[in-house]
């Protein structure tokens, strides 16, 4: 079992930035994929980057250029660096690993919410 623990959430005006973390800990692996989702209220959760074991990153569209996902492995952290937020990016964000052997787990999410 992985366990999963956001942290860095807040408020921040447009324009501004939060470093948001997932810290993750339990079962040991080494081959998996940690994500970043988000979930605004009355719209279905969306994923927001991914970064593989290896490095390897993915952005959606709508926060390539403002959003930089980073890993720690010394420290079992991945970092979502998101910069010029606005009002749009307000949302709970939630982190998911998945790995190789088919655990997959959850964070409790960190609530961002970003005043125009």
């Known amino acids: 079992q992985v366990q999963l623990v956001e942290s860095g959430g807040g408020l921040v005006q447009t324009g501004g930035s939060l470093r948001l973390s997932c810290a993750y800990s339990?079962?040991?692996?080494?081959?998996?994929?940690l994500s970043w989702f988000r979930q605004a209220p009355g719209k279905q959760r969306e994923m927001v980057a991914l970064?593989?074991?290896?490095?390897?990153?993915v952005y959606v569209d709508f926060v390539k250029g403002r959003f930089i996902i980073s890993r720690d492995s010394s420290k079992n952290t991945v970092y979502l660096q998101m910069n010029n937020l606005n009002p749009e990016d307000t949302a709970v964000y939630y982190c998911?690993?998945?790995?190789?052997?088919?655990?997959?787990?959850w964070g409790q999410g960190t609530q961002v919410t970003v005043s125009s």
């Open positions: 998911r690993v998945d790995t190789t052997n088919g655990l997959r787990s």
């Open positions: 339990g079962s040991t692996f080494t081959d998996f994929t």
């Open positions: 970064i593989t074991s290896v490095g390897s990153t």
